[in-house]
């Protein structure tokens, strides 16, 4: 581990040896252990947020300091996103321009003339550019969309489930109670 991101306090480091040393020795085997392990959890817990509360000035520094970098990177990519934005419009429209051009040429031509005119590329390469064709969409009737395009909202459900417990009636969904032990105060 890098030096200068380890425990500068003993303390911290002998507390987290003693904890872990002791849960790594634990069997819970009746009330008392399982009592003994609650404490455990308890301690490490805080001994976690100790660690959380140390490190934190730290990222605190480093997350401002990175936010600042994104923030200048963010703004000269700005700058350089827009001149490529003016640049697309036009290089498309002149591309179009040469398609229409080009497909009322093929209308006038006769059938030798039809083949250069197929053959011969719309737009220049560029290295780096390419065109390509691309498909998307647009919702017209939701009503008619077919039952695998639609997802679940699950987190609508959740909330049905969290508020309704057993008595929830979804057709599709299970609903199930899970027991997890948790730490309080």
């Known amino acids: 581990m890098n030096a200068l991101y380890q425990l500068d306090t003993n303390e911290l480091e002998e ?3 003693s904890l872990v040393k002791a849960a790594t020795e634990i069997d819970v085997v009746d009330e008392a252990s399982f009592v003994r392990c609650g404490q455990l959890v308890a301690g490490l817990k805080e001994l976690a947020a100790k660690i959380k509360n140390y490190f934190a000035p730290m990222k605190a520094s480093a997350y401002k300091t990175w936010k600042e970098i994104c923030s200048v990177e963010s703004n ?6 827009a001149a490529i934005t003016l640049l697309w419009p036009r290089m498309q429209a002149w591309k179009s321009e040469q398609e229409r051009k080009r ?5 006038a031509a006769d059938e030798t003339t039809r083949v250069v005119i197929e053959a011969a590329p719309v737009a220049p390469k560029i290295e780096g550019i390419t065109a390509r064709s691309d498909w998307s969409f647009e919702i017209v009737d939701e009503k008619a969309i077919p039952r695998e395009f639609l997802c679940p909202d699950e987190a609508k ?4 489930v969290k508020r309704y417990q057993s008595e929830s009636n979804i057709p599709g969904v299970r609903v199930f109670r899970v027991e997890r032990l948790v730490k309080v105060g």
């Open 15 to 17: 507390e987290r040896q």
């Open 76 to 81: 000269e990519l700005d700058k350089v996103d």
């Open 103 to 107: 497909q009322e040429a093929l209308k």
């Open 157 to 160: 459900i959740r909330k049905h």
